[in-house]
């Protein structure tokens, strides 16, 4: 980035926007009950993943269905490093953000010079390959027996994992929207919009492409290390398919390619499904629906409802 970038006053906005948002949702357990808490902290936790997946999916069109696999990747690295060496949280989560980096940064010079459905379909591949590794090796990773992982403040009381989720949260918002509005941004919507025509303005269009991987992987790798250490006890159904659906359906829903989208579009469907979990897959069938009719007649979904007001909100400001 060069001495003389500044941020579009789009970002000064958007901070502003968050940091007061985050300190209306401080009051949240002033008049929530633990279950809320719980199911709260649990969106938080796919806000991050949604966000992180839409900078890759939305912002520069590299449909990946591996996401989930990397926050497994993630949890799993702390939480083996924990149950076999001893070795303790404020170690593993960084190992486990690294480790998923690090399986970005190869899949992605694997992969990312495929298009489409291609893409698509070899990140799923190796998004299966974890799961099924997960549940195979029983004898390392516990498999379907489940993973036993340390709480992270000693209990599994949601209070302090629910602030904590909500600092990481806003922390990782913060980075997501100064990545989008500094020159990588700018690269990433190129490539989105022409990848040939950026090649050709001379965007090294694969080195960007590779970049946002890893960084994508790397957010989800952190939210996944907190998560397990939230939950205390994983297993492979962490990276079934259905978990990367659902990341998809809470982009899509809150508005596929813009900021605003993951934020408004993840806890809500979160919070639903939670309350639908009663009839089983059917709650995955109603929210599938749900997007198709989205995709058919507003790709940019909830967020449309909200950016009017947001619009008009801040020129009140301006003025």
């Known amino acids: 980035m060069s001495a003389s970038f500044a941020f579009p006053p789009?970002?000064?906005?958007?901070?502003?926007?968050?940091?007061?948002?985050?300190?209306?949702f401080a009051f949240a357990p002033l008049v929530a009950g633990s279950f809320a808490l719980h199911v709260l902290t649990i969106s938080f936790y796919f806000v991050i993943l949604a966000a992180s997946w839409n900078l890759l999916a939305?912002?520069?069109?590299?449909?990946?269905?591996?996401?989930?696999?990397?926050?497994?990747?993630g949890a799993y690295t702390s939480g083996l490093l924990g149950y076999h060496y001893g070795v303790p949280a404020w170690i593993g989560i960084p190992s486990g953000v690294v480790m998923?980096?690090?399986?970005?940064?190869?899949?992605?010079?694997l992969v990312l010079r495929m298009r489409a459905i291609y893409l698509a379909i070899a990140t799923w591949a190796f998004a299966e390959t974890v799961h099924i590794y997960l549940t195979a090796d029983y004898q390392f990773t516990r498999g379907e027996l489940g993973l036993s992982v340390k709480p992270l403040y000693g209990s599994v009381d949601p209070l302090p994992y629910y602030f904590t989720f909500l600092a990481l949260t806003v922390l990782v918002l913060i980075g997501l929207r100064a990545l989008i509005d500094s020159p990588i941004g700018y690269f990433m919507r190129a490539i989105k919009d022409d990848e040939l025509r950026a090649k050709s303005l001379g965007i090294d269009t694969t080195r960007v492409k590779i970049a946002v991987f890893s960084i994508s992987s790397a957010i989800a790798g952190l939210a996944g290390?907190?998560?397990?250490?939230?939950?205390?006890?994983?297993?492979?159904?962490?990276?079934?398919?259905?978990?990367?659906?659902?990341?998809?359906?809470?982009?899509?829903?809150?508005?596929?390619?813009?900021?605003?989208?993951?934020?408004?579009?993840?806890?809500?469907?979160?919070?639903?499904?939670?309350?639908?979990?009663?009839?089983?897959?059917?709650?995955?069938?109603?929210?599938?629906?749900?997007?198709?009719?989205?995709?058919?007649?507003?790709?940019?979904?909830?967020?449309?409802?909200?950016?009017?007001?947001?619009?008009?909100?801040?020129?009140?400001?301006?003025?």
């Open 10 to 24: 789009s970002f000064r906005r958007s901070v502003i926007t968050i940091v007061v948002t985050a300190a209306v």
């Open 58 to 73: 939305g912002y520069t069109g590299q449909f990946s269905l591996a996401h989930h696999a990397f926050a497994a990747i």
């Open 100 to 109: 998923a980096a690090l399986f970005g940064v190869i899949l992605g010079r």
């Open 225 to 319: 290390a907190f998560y397990g250490h939230f939950i205390v006890l994983l297993s492979p159904q962490m990276i079934d398919f259905s978990e990367m659906a659902k990341i998809v359906i809470m982009v899509v829903i809150g508005g596929f390619g813009t900021f605003l989208g993951p934020v408004i579009g993840a806890a809500p469907v979160q919070m639903v499904m939670t309350y639908l979990q009663k009839y089983g897959e059917w709650n995955l069938a109603i929210f599938a629906l749900i997007v198709i009719v989205l995709m058919r007649f507003s790709m940019e979904g909830l967020a449309s409802l909200f950016t009017p007001l947001w619009r008009n909100l801040w020129a009140r400001h301006d003025a």
